[in-house]
């Protein structure tokens, strides 16, 4: 997130350094498998048009500014960190200014074409431009003798705790590639330790990845190749390592992985076992996310992530991808499960829990998709009204059984994909809670720079002022309109009750305007706020006048 503001270099952090108050020597002494390559001449690794990259051999290692890119999934956004976290320990400087600095580091994603086309455009600026360049994520574990790739320092997705030994090895010169799988007893586990350093995008949040890789075989997907098979942490590792978020600040933590359903199955336990040891330890006034889940590993916990989610400090809000509303295509998927079992995952926790926001994916155009199978599409769509909607057009991915598949024309996937977001844009998610008063925990910056951003229980996006004391606080605010993608809310009194939810009587809200200006008149937002003002007053008064009898 880049809603926190930061200046442009990080300065050193005083608590990763002593976390890490190691030597060199020692820092490498356990290291195995170290495959090191001298560079080779310019006309074998890169165009000879390209500038020569400057070497900094005789230069004092860790005093150097590194840039670091992330494209994709939470998952890969916490091993960003944890890889900024190690080298702001060993004293590197890190810039959000990509021409101040020595060595980019750009951390991959493999899912979709454009995220690896602008990850191969961002190689080719930093070569041109004369930057040491460092690419991690899973387009190189994936892809590993990729041409784009070649002479370029990599980082597998499991080895991010040797970061430091790759950028200092590629300022120098050398080209290093770490790759392989961490094990424990013959088993994959979930990947670097969780106790390394960190340095958060938003200080505020901590993303914790409980497993890596996944155990389905979908037809698409290529993360899988980069991933692998699932390796999950242990449970108590995951406990501490959210114990001392908290202690350090954090107020909202997200849990992530491939699939956060399958959590546990290869060491004896299970996702629930897991959720119900963290909620011991969030503190009151924090809130836990839960990561994407697929439907054939949580309909078996349904009952225990009801309860779950029907926690006080967990949002309740769970993405569940279904990616299409017709069986055939799920089969040629290999998604492992129908549509009735995504809509008996739906149905049961809007029945179970109150408010319940359940994201979903969808992907027109997959190879066999025909008119019929997407309007099932359509129709499960046009059943459920999903407030969080992610509508993504069919890409082939190399290597992946769907990529030999016959394709559907171009004009075909994207006129499905324009009448489905042509459908998601008719109706509004949000505004039967225009006057209800909620309580949300800020921790962003809107991208327009004019509003805090919180969320509420069920992770409704909610704009409030931008005022001092706020952040990382929660907040109870009236909601006095709302849009597609948010709701704004008026902040109260800190008087008002936490449990005061329920929609004030109508006859104190019939002035306020439901929906957002489209003409965005001043008079109309003014009047927007004086009748905002006027119904905080009253509900203050009336919660004050309850209290006295």
């Known amino acids: 997130m880049s809603s926190v503001p930061c200046s442009d270099i990080i300065e050193d952090i005083e608590d990763l350094i002593s976390s890490q108050d190691i030597t060199p020597k020692e820092r490498y002494s356990t290291k195995k498998n170290v495959t090191v390559r001298a560079k080779r001449k310019k006309s074998d690794s890169i165009p000879p048009q390209l500038p020569e990259v400057t070497n900094l051999s005789s230069i004092i290692p860790g005093t150097q500014t590194i840039y670091i890119k992330t494209w994709g999934c939470t998952h890969n956004s916490s091993d960003s960190e944890y890889m900024a976290g190690q080298l702001a320990s060993y004293g590197y400087n890190l810039t959000s200014t990509k021409e101040v600095a020595d060595l980019w580091l750009l951390n991959s994603c493999t899912v979709k074409n454009p995220a690896e086309d602008h990850f191969r455009n961002e190689i080719e600026l930093g ?79 901590e993303i914790i990845a409980i497993n890596t890789g996944c155990l389905n075989q979908c037809t698409y997907c290529k993360t899988k190749h980069a991933r692998g098979e699932l390796g999950s942490y242990k449970p108590e590792e995951i406990v501490e390592r959210a114990k001392q978020a908290f202690s350090e600040g954090v107020c909202e ?17 299970s996702l629930p076992e897991l959720l119900w040891q963290l909620v011991e330890v969030i503190p009151e006034g924090c809130m836990m996310r839960i990561g994407m889940t697929n439907p054939p590993y949580i309909l078996e916990h349904l009952q225990e992530v009801a309860k779950i989610l029907k926690h006080p400090r967990v949002y309740s809000f769970l993405h569940v991808p279904v990616q299409s509303g017709s069986d055939q295509v799920l089969l040629d998927m290999k998604r492992e499960y129908s549509c009735s079992d995504f809509e008996k995952v739906v149905n049961f ?43 993504n057009q069919y890409y082939p991915r190399p290597g992946t059984p769907a990529a030999r598949m016959p394709r559907v024309p ?3 996937v994207k006129k499905r994909t324009k009448k489905l977001s042509d459908f998601f844009h008719t109706y509004e998610p949000y505004a039967h809670e225009v006057g209800q008063v909620q309580q949300v925990l800020v921790t962003e910056i809107s991208h327009d720079k004019k509003h805090f951003v919180g969320h509420n229980k069920a992770y409704e996006q909610v704009l409030v002022p931008m005022r001092e004391g706020f952040m990382g606080k929660m907040v109870t605010v009236l ?16 008087g008002v009750s936490p449990s005061l939810r329920n929609p004030l009587p109508k006859g104190i809200i019939s002035g306020i305007i439901l929906q957002e200006s489209k003409t965005n008149s001043p008079s109309r937002f003014g009047l927007v706020a004086i009748v905002a003002v006027l119904v905080a007053v009253v509900a203050r008064f009336l919660w004050k006048f309850l209290t006295i009898f």
């Open 253 to 269: 933590l997200w849990l992530t992985s491939e699939d956060t359903g399958t959590y546990g199955r290869d060491i004896g336990t």
């Open 479 to 494: 909601i006095i309109s709302a849009g597609k993608y948010s709701i704004k809310g008026e902040p109260l009194d800190e």
């Open 349 to 391: 926790l809007r029945s179970e829990v109150p408010g319940v926001t359940i994201a979903t994916d969808i992907i027109c155009g997959f190879p066999t998709e025909t008119d019929k199978d997407f309007e099932d599409t359509m129709k499960l769509c046009e059943r459920y009204k999903f407030p969080s909607l992610f509508i």
């Open 127 to 205: 070569r041109k431009t004369g930057k040491h360049v460092v690419v991690a994520g899973c387009v190189p574990q994936g892809a590993p003798k990729s041409g784009f790739l070649s002479g370029l320092s990599v980082i597998g997705v499991q080895q991010i705790d040797r970061v430091v030994e790759v950028v200092e090895e590629t300022l120098k010169g050398n080209s290093v590639r770490f790759f392989g799988q961490k094990k424990e007893g013959g088993k994959k586990v979930g990947g670097a330790s969780l106790a390394l350093p960190k340095v958060r995008r938003n200080p505020l949040i």
């Open 410 to 412: 171009a004009r075909d």
